[in-house]
């Protein structure tokens, strides 16, 4: 169904939604207040230039908002109420929007009474329907342009591969806006009715099982990190997750160490789902239903992210051409979910979006294989694959393997190029007892072919993070050539 | 065991799980004032302070607390049980 339609049958209709302080708002509010927020966009701000910006605070008002861009045609592009005033001004310098509706403006717009026009914009498939802006490599953020008939596509599976969520199911909305997994929510809202529980978690994990206990929640869309938190034994031990049925889990790599986690803590009967899809890609492009058989979810520590969503074209290619069954490769994505482009950046659209086999595909930089089942397995970022004595690895590949034995904590290998070997590569390890090197590098030979094991092996406690809290390699690289240059 | 205590004890902790000696620690301290006050270290740290205490929090009084003063609360009221 598209996307006015789709909006219009469900607003029109029975639905419950409860704001992030956990009162229920009445439909009859919601539907006014919806109203009253679409009247004033159309009647100022429908025109084929505009574009709204959202800065509030994530809860039924913003999802309002969201709504009647979609509805009337007019992109939209999320934010959060805190970004600082310097992201705001970068967005605003790279996409002109024409509105800004913060929490003030929104509550303003509630009560309009205004009604100079009745008639929609006509809109086609190929309408920009929203656009991401995600943090781009040269500091300046990158907007990501998606078209009404990408995400009408997504919505249409997500409406057919959910048949078993309905009315009675609860939903715990908890990622921001400005995350695009976040419209997983708006889907289920719109496709399965669900009741729309507006988090307020706060990055407290504690809050988060809280609220799923209190609310009897039953679905729940989130990054594995959560996921993994609470399952973790301090925040598991005192939860009860029996109410959970629907757990739809992406945004970032669902490690195996999760994979254990659920089949330790969930009953075969809950449904775990695990998502995968870049931004430029509209939401997600694959998806696997962990079926609790390592057999058939997991080949040698990588969990499936399964096949390709309907109208979703996703391959492996290797050096230029398409890639065999069970071998590791980029993984290109094409197909109508693909985005229009990024937004005044023709440099960065024509690296990410090539022509391969005669069509647009998006580079995902990720390293993935398939199976001969056409399941697809992510097993790290391309980036990461570099040429050593010969041999292609990947370094992400190599620390999943030397993480399964059992002293080792973590793993963090590195590539330094030097002439004779291409690379010279060095483990750095967190250890949970003491061992010495050539103890290492014996059990290490039992797990990596010769050419995998780290020339070099170096004990560390910690490793550098980024802001986000990931391991800076390059930071890591960089204190490693210091201390070289030290001795 | 009064709340300034409680207060060095918390401080101490907080330091050790969030790597930083040199953090300050009032009652009004949240996780919004500090970056590396995470969900993660979140849990550590509620973690360390159980031990410590020898204490058991629930839950619903996890997720109740908004800063540092809220924890000495929680452990006070656990204490005089």
Not at chain 1, 82 to 93: G, T, W
Not at chain 1, 367 to 389: M, P, W
Not at chain 1, 392 to 404: G, K, V
Request: hydrophobic letters at 40%.
């Amino acid at each position: 169904m598209k996307i006015r339609e789709l909006i219009r049958k469900r607003l029109d209709s029975a639905f419950n939604v409860f704001n992030r302080e956990g009162v229920q708002i009445p439909s009859t509010q919601v539907r006014s207040e919806y109203q009253a927020i679409r009247q004033y966009l159309l009647d100022h701000h429908s025109e084929a230039h505009d574009c709204i910006a959202i800065k509030q605070h994530k809860d039924y008002r913003y999802f309002l908002t969201m709504l009647a861009c979609m509805e009337i045609g007019i992109p939209y592009i999320p934010m959060k109420y805190d970004y600082p005033i310097d992201r705001v001004e970068q967005i605003k310098e790279a996409s002109d929007f024409t509105l800004l509706i913060d929490d003030t403006k929104v509550a303003e717009l509630i009560s309009y009474t205004g009604k100079n026009k009745t008639q929609f914009p006509d809109v086609t498939p190929d309408r920009n329907l929203y656009i991401i802006f995600t943090s781009g490599s040269t500091g300046r953020p990158k907007g990501v342009i998606i078209q009404r008939q990408a995400l009408e596509n997504f919505f249409t599976f997500m409406d057919e591969a959910f048949p078993k969520v309905n009315e009675q199911d609860k939903l715990l909305q908890v990622t921001e806006f400005t995350f695009d997994i976040s419209l997983v929510d708006v889907a289920l809202f719109l496709n399965r009715n669900v009741i729309l529980h507006f988090s307020n978690f706060e990055n407290n994990i504690f809050k988060l099982g809280f609220e799923i206990e209190t609310h009897r929640i039953s679905v729940l869309n989130t990054v594995p990190n959560n996921l993994n938190m609470f399952l973790s034994e301090l925040v598991a031990e005192r939860m009860d997750y029996q109410c959970l049925k629907h757990l739809y889990i992406g945004g970032a790599r669902f490690s195996y160490g999760l994979y254990e986690k659920c089949q330790k803590y969930f009953k075969p009967e809950v449904e775990v789902y695990n998502f995968y899809g870049p931004t430029e890609a509209t939401v997600y492009c694959h998806v696997n239903k962990i079926t609790y058989d390592e057999k058939k979810d997991c080949i040698e520590g990588n969990v499936s992210i399964g096949k390709p969503l309907p109208g979703v074209d996703a391959h492996i290619v290797l050096d230029g051409q398409l890639a065999e069954a069970n071998v590791r490769g980029e993984l290109y994505i094409g197909g109508i979910q693909l985005m229009r482009e990024y937004i005044r950046n023709p440099e960065q659209t024509s690296a990410a979006l090539v022509s391969f086999n005669g069509q647009t595909y998006y580079r995902s930089g990720d390293l993935a294989f398939r199976s001969e089942q056409n399941d697809f397995y992510i097993v790290g970022r391309a980036d990461d694959t570099i040429k050593y004595r010969g041999f292609r690895i990947n370094l992400l590949d190599i620390d999943s393997y030397i993480t399964r034995i059992p002293y080792i904590q973590d793993s963090v290998t590195i590539a330094i190029p030097n002439e004779a070997t291409e690379n010279q590569t060095i483990g750095f390890l967190i250890l949970k007892e003491n061992k010495t090197v050539k103890e290492i590098k014996k059990d290490l030979s039992a797990v990596l072919l010769d050419y995998q094991i780290p020339e070099k092996v170096i004990f560390i406690d910690k490793y550098p993070v980024n802001v986000s809290g990931k391991v800076c390699k390059k930071t890591l690289k960089a204190q490693y050539l210091e201390s070289l240059n030290k001795a | 065991m009064n709340n300034a205590e409680i207060l060095l004890t918390i401080t101490g902790i907080m330091q050790e799980v969030l790597e930083l000696p040199d953090l300050k620690v009032t009652l009004e301290t949240s996780a919004a004032d500090v970056d590396e006050w995470d969900s993660m270290t979140h849990i550590q740290i509620i973690s360390a302070i159980e031990g410590k205490y020898r204490v058991r929090f629930a839950l619903g009084e996890l997720q109740a607390l908004k800063n540092v003063g809220d924890m000495i609360g929680l452990i006070q009221k656990k204490l005089t049980k």
